[in-house]
Each structure stands twice: as structure tokens, then as C-alpha cells.
């Protein structure tokens, strides 16, 4: 009997929301973590990224797991997530993607992750990407409920609409994204944007302290990105992220507009020279995903523009997860007063609760 679904396959996508469907839908918490595509046919177990990359070199643990608690043959979709302090915590799951073994060995222990299954591709010799969602739910609930597969996590559900807005509300404590929405009688459709996501989104008002030029013009002609700045208690200014995706147009005007901004002495920029202090987060830093870049230009911290995010990572001074989008200048804003504490933290939630699918009472922060 052979599987009938192999790696690579592009997972089914979702369009953002500003609102919940009509309709019959199903849905579901939208978990914060890497998109994963498991196959399993017999001693063979792949883990494929979004990408179609394998991801078992990097999650050994996940893949000893599911070897104990899947069926012979079957193909998932889900999310490989990681939780600490009753939280999931997406920058100990990046730094999981790691080039030596010993260190993904050791992180395997200290951070393992785990595998969320929210959809079911394939069971046995059966393919079942036509069949229609509500049947292959029910079929991945029976499979979840029986045997060595009872312990596989499967993600909650729910079809009423009051429900999912509640877990919209509440789960974000538990660092949950927002709410995903599929069809319950639409197929499994690879690589097409057929879901529907509802993701938190808040504003904040950042001083203007760089900029990049965008990559395809000659330098100084056309801007890419603003780079965001936010004042700690101790007023110093921390790098938080970027707002981009200008039109050709806007780019332009931005050059000109922000040329008098330019500094050109280092002293004259808290991000230059020996002007950083211990802790401060700065623009163009090293890490395993890139080598130091400070390919930026200093502007003077004097502009605020109002930018939306829709959530922050990282231990304190936190930055924005994502490139936060434009939404307009603040001419009456003082720069001084952007600071941190204007940013929203989400009431802290119990992580076992969103498992279970249950509405507990709130933490305190």
C-alpha cells in the first residue's frame, strides 16, 4: 500500500480579515509557530516547512514522538510550536533552526517543541485533499481519540462564531496570533489562499531614527524602509522594527522629505558611535540569519509616524514580531514622548486552556 502524497506539498494559505466570515465555517486559534507538513510512511517520518524544506535535522524530539503515536501511513498539516512559562515563545522556537547538532541536541532537551495537527491530508492508501473539511476533521478527532495516536495534539475547534471571537479575545495571552477560518465543506487546496485569518492589530507611535534605500534604485533616490525607535523608562531609544511597503511614489517623496534629517556626525545619533549603551537594540545587529548589516542611514529622531503591529517578541526592550504598517505622520506628537509604555501587553492566559479548548477565568498580568 503505498502513501499517495509526497513531500514537498504547499500548504493551504489564508488571506487576512478585518472581520469573521459568514457562512458555514470552522474555526480555529491560529497558532504561533512554524507551519509544518508531516508525512509518515512506514519508518520514514518527514517534517516539511512551509517552504518544502525538511525541518527533522533541527527537531529530532518531534520526529521520535510522532514515530511513537502516528499511524503507518498519514499525512498531517499543523504547526511545530514551543511553550515555556504557560506561553508559546517563538524565539525559542527560531532558535531551534540551528547548523550544529550539538546545539540543536541540547535545545531538543531545553525547549522541545511539539507538534499541533489541524488538518488531515492523507490516511492509509487514501487521499483525501478532495474530501470535504468537516470529514477529514472528524476523521482527525477519531484518529485523536483512540490508541498510541491519543496523545498526537490536535488543535481546537469550534463552528460558532461567539466562540472564536472569545478565543480571538483571550488566547492572545497565551501568545496565540488571532483566529483561522476554513470552509467546512471546502477540499484541501495546496498553495491557494482559500482560509481566511483574523490577527490582532494595535498602533503605536514611533520616532523615525533611520532608513534604508530601497534595494532596486540607486541609493538616496528612493526609500525602502523607516526604521522605528521607542524610549525605555531611562529615555533611552531602542530599535523596534521597520515600516515599509511604500509605493513607488511615496519612496520618492521620502527622499526628499526626510534629506535634511540626515545625520552625518556619529556623535549626533543615539545608535552611533559610542553614544549605545548596555541592553540598547539597534539596527543592522548580527545573527544566524544574516551577518552584521549596518547598510542604514542615521536620521535625526525627530519625525513620528503612527504605525500598526500586531504583536511584540523578544525579552525586554521587546520589538515589533513583523514590518509594522503605515498609517500616518504625528506632527503633534513630541518624540520624547514615544515610549514603550504606550504598547499593549495581552492579559496573560493559561497555554493548557487553549489546548483544551476552554474559556478560563483571566491571569492577572
Same mark, same amino acid.
Given at each position: 500500500?503505498?502513501?499517495? =502524497?509526497?513531500?514537498?506539498?504547499?500548504?493551504?494559505? @489564508?488571506? !487576512?480579515?478585518?472581520?469573521?466570515?459568514?457562512?458555514?465555517? #470552522?474555526?480555529?486559534?491560529?497558532?504561533?509557530?512554524?507551519?509544518?507538513?508531516?508525512?509518515?510512511?512506514?519508518?520514514?517520518?518527514?517534517?516539511?516547512?512551509?517552504?518544502?524544506?525538511?525541518?527533522?535535522?533541527?527537531?529530532?524530539?518531534?520526529? &521520535?514522538?510522532?514515530?511513537?503515536?502516528?499511524?503507518?501511513?498519514?499525512?498531517?498539516?499543523?504547526?511545530?510550536?514551543?511553550?515555556?512559562?504557560? &506561553?508559546?515563545?517563538?524565539? %525559542?522556537?527560531?532558535?531551534?533552526?540551528?547548523?550544529?547538532?550539538?546545539?540543536?541536541?541540547?535545545?531538543?532537551?531545553? !525547549?522541545?517543541?511539539?507538534?499541533?495537527?489541524?488538518?488531515? #491530508?492523507? #490516511?492509509?492508501? &487514501?487521499?483525501?485533499?478532495?474530501?470535504? =473539511?468537516?470529514?477529514?476533521?472528524?476523521?482527525?478527532?477519531?484518529?485523536?481519540?483512540?490508541?498510541?495516536?491519543?496523545? $498526537?495534539?490536535?488543535?481546537?475547534?469550534?463552528?460558532?462564531?461567539? !466562540?472564536?471571537?472569545?478565543?480571538?479575545?483571550?488566547?492572545?495571552?497565551?501568545? $496565540?496570533?488571532?483566529? /483561522?477560518?476554513?470552509?467546512?465543506?471546502? %477540499?484541501?487546496?495546496?498553495?491557494?489562499?482559500?482560509?481566511?485569518?483574523?490577527?490582532?492589530?494595535?498602533?503605536?507611535?514611533?520616532?523615525?531614527?533611520?532608513?534604508?534605500?530601497?534595494?532596486?534604485?540607486?541609493?538616496?533616490?528612493?526609500?525602502?524602509?523607516?526604521?522605528?525607535?521607542?524610549?525605555?523608562?531611562?529615555?533611552?531609544?531602542?530599535?523596534?522594527?521597520?515600516?515599509?511597503?511604500?509605493?513607488?511614489?511615496?519612496?520618492?517623496?521620502?527622499?526628499?522629505?526626510?534629506?535634511?534629517?540626515? /545625520?552625518?556626525?556619529?556623535?549626533?545619533?543615539?545608535?552611533?558611535?559610542?553614544?549605545?549603551?548596555?541592553?540598547?537594540?539597534?539596527?543592522?545587529?548580527?545573527?544566524?540569519?544574516?551577518?552584521?548589516?549596518?547598510?542604514?542611514?542615521?536620521?535625526?529622531?525627530?519625525?513620528?509616524?503612527?504605525?500598526?503591529?500586531?504583536?511584540?517578541?523578544?525579552?525586554?526592550?521587546?520589538?515589533?514580531?513583523?514590518?509594522?504598517?503605515?498609517?500616518?505622520?504625528?506632527?503633534?506628537?513630541?518624540?520624547?514622548?514615544?515610549?514603550?509604555?504606550?504598547?499593549?501587553?495581552?492579559?496573560?492566559?493559561?497555554?493548557?486552556?487553549?489546548?483544551?479548548?476552554?474559556?478560563?477565568?483571566? @491571569?492577572?498580568?
Amino acid at each position: 500500500m503505498a502513501l499517495p =502524497l509526497k513531500s514537498p506539498i504547499e500548504p493551504m494559505l @489564508a488571506s !487576512t480579515a478585518a472581520e469573521l466570515p459568514a457562512g458555514d465555517w #470552522l474555526f480555529e486559534p491560529k497558532w504561533d509557530g512554524f507551519r509544518c507538513v508531516v508525512f509518515r510512511d512506514g519508518d520514514e517520518i518527514i517534517l516539511q516547512s512551509r517552504t518544502g524544506r525538511p525541518l527533522n535535522r533541527y527537531f529530532p524530539e518531534v520526529v &521520535r514522538r510522532l514515530a511513537e503515536v502516528l499511524p503507518e501511513q498519514i499525512v498531517l498539516d499543523g504547526e511545530l510550536v514551543v511553550a515555556r512559562g504557560g &506561553r508559546l515563545d517563538f524565539d %525559542a522556537l527560531g532558535e531551534r533552526i540551528h547548523p550544529a547538532d550539538s546545539r540543536v541536541r541540547m535545545l531538543a532537551e531545553a !525547549t522541545p517543541a511539539e507538534f499541533l495537527a489541524f488538518d488531515l #491530508l492523507a #490516511l492509509g492508501s &487514501r487521499d483525501l485533499l478532495g474530501a470535504p =473539511l468537516h470529514e477529514r476533521r472528524e476523521l482527525l478527532i477519531e484518529l485523536g481519540s483512540t490508541g498510541q495516536a491519543a496523545r $498526537l495534539r490536535v488543535t481546537p475547534a469550534t463552528t460558532d462564531p461567539d !466562540t472564536a471571537m472569545t478565543w480571538f479575545d483571550l488566547f492572545e495571552g497565551a501568545g $496565540l496570533d488571532g483566529i /483561522v477560518c476554513k470552509l467546512l465543506d471546502g %477540499a484541501y487546496t495546496p498553495g491557494r489562499r482559500t482560509m481566511i485569518k483574523l490577527k490582532h492589530e494595535r498602533t503605536a507611535d514611533c520616532v523615525v531614527a533611520g532608513l534604508r534605500w530601497h534595494a532596486k534604485t540607486e541609493p538616496g533616490t528612493s526609500v525602502g524602509s523607516l526604521l522605528l525607535g521607542l524610549y525605555d523608562e531611562r529615555r533611552t531609544l531602542h530599535h523596534v522594527g521597520v515600516v515599509g511597503a511604500f509605493t513607488a511614489a511615496v519612496r520618492r517623496s521620502l527622499a526628499d522629505d526626510l534629506a535634511d534629517l540626515r /545625520v552625518t556626525d556619529a556623535d549626533e545619533h543615539p545608535w552611533l558611535g559610542d553614544r549605545p549603551v548596555d541592553g540598547q537594540r539597534l539596527p543592522g545587529g548580527e545573527s544566524r540569519w544574516r551577518k552584521a548589516n549596518t547598510d542604514w542611514v542615521a536620521l535625526r529622531p525627530e519625525r513620528v509616524v503612527e504605525v500598526a503591529y500586531d504583536h511584540t517578541e523578544g525579552a525586554q526592550p521587546a520589538r515589533f514580531r513583523h514590518t509594522a504598517r503605515f498609517r500616518r505622520w504625528r506632527p503633534d506628537r513630541d518624540p520624547a514622548s514615544c515610549r514603550y509604555d504606550q504598547l499593549d501587553e495581552p492579559v496573560r492566559y493559561d497555554l493548557a486552556a487553549v489546548l483544551a479548548g476552554e474559556v478560563r477565568p483571566q @491571569a492577572s498580568r
